[in-house]
């Protein structure tokens, strides 16, 4: 009885777990992600294939595989599930009775991922149909139109629209969702964002011929330049947070216009000194039209950046765009 009672011991809690994971590795488990239990995609096609071609070399080249690799594939789903799926003989290759079955499976798996990515694909095509772009005005005004030219020479059915304003508008943009990718001109990064330098820039202070800075012998000092009332961008602009900066602070503007070419007329027409990208005046300064005064005692190079919202880095059109402002 002592002899009974210690295989019944023996048979207990701990036998009973050999014996459920026996049972488990037969049957394939129960646990851990399916994709490890179930065969891939492209050996659920070559499984179609075959029982549609009735041979396992035909079947593995409409794939465009080897037959030594489609018996290869064959052979690996078969210990992954576990049993018997095709009989191989000279006459050519028929399902087992396994086979036929896992065969039904598999044509509903594959005409599931068929469906899903003909979805897929819908949803990059409406991606692909439209670009929006938001832009900083001397962006907008002297680069972007290049650059738009060029994508819709690979890319003639996508509709792009433009927003242009202000560094601190277009952030506004990308981040409310109306905007797929963004130029900006500032010194910093708007928060929320992430960004790529595409250019380099400098700005300059611009008088026309009869102001007197266009007489001067000697580069204009800064501290003058940060004195003198300006014809200005208005508050939120990527030009005016430069010179804000790298001035120290500015006089009260002269006159606040909100786009670079009506502070570039202004210059022309004499009101006063404006301070410009080179981008935007070389027309003007070659015509003499306007002059350019060398600024002694500060730097005004500025850093041309793409952005767009964190995480979510450019895709379809928008990331063909900012690989041709790379170019």
Do not use: C
Not at 277 to 293: H, N, P, Q
């Amino acid at each position: 009885m002592g002899s009974e009672e210690s295989v019944t011991s023996a048979a207990g809690p701990a036998g009973a777990a050999g014996a459920s994971g026996a049972e488990e590795q037969r049957s394939g488990g129960g646990g851990g992600s399916i994709a490890h239990r179930v065969p891939d995609l492209g050996a659920l096609e070559l499984l179609l294939a075959v029982a549609r071609l009735g041979s396992l070399g035909a079947a593995a080249r409409e794939l465009g595989i080897t037959q030594p690799a489609a018996s290869s594939r064959v052979r690996s789903m078969e210990r992954q599930l576990g049993v018997a799926l095709v009989d191989r003989s000279p006459r050519g290759s028929r399902l087992t009775d396994a086979g036929a079955l896992v065969t039904d499976w598999a044509r509903r798996i594959v005409e599931a991922a068929q469906a899903f990515d003909a979805g897929a694909q819908a949803l990059r095509d409406r991606r692909d149909s439209r670009l929006r772009v938001a832009a900083s005005m001397t962006i907008a005004e002297y680069l972007l139109p290049g650059w738009l030219l060029a994508l819709r020479a690979g890319r003639p059915d996508t509709a792009v629209s433009l927003l242009a304003g202000n560094s601190a508008a277009v952030a506004e943009r990308l981040l409310t969702g109306e905007a797929d990718l963004g130029f900006v001109e500032g010194l910093t990064v708007p928060p929320g964002l992430d960004s790529a330098v595409i250019a380099h820039d400098h700005l300059i202070v611009v008088v026309a011929p009869g102001h007197p800075w266009a007489r001067r012998r000697r580069p204009l000092p800064a501290s003058e330049l940060a004195s003198t009332p300006l014809i200005l961008r208005e508050e939120g602009s990527g030009t005016r947070q430069v010179l804000d900066t790298a001035l120290g602070g500015l006089a009260r503007p002269l006159i606040e216009l909100s786009s670079t070419t009506a502070v570039k007329a202004a210059a022309v027409s004499g009101a006063g000194p404006a301070v410009l990208s080179e981008l935007a005046v070389g027309d003007e300064l070659a015509l003499r039209r306007l002059v350019d005064i060398p600024v002694e005692g500060v730097s005004l190079a500025r850093d041309l950046r793409a952005v767009w919202p964190t995480g979510h880095r450019p895709t379809g059109p928008a990331r063909e765009l900012l690989t041709l402002t790379r170019g």
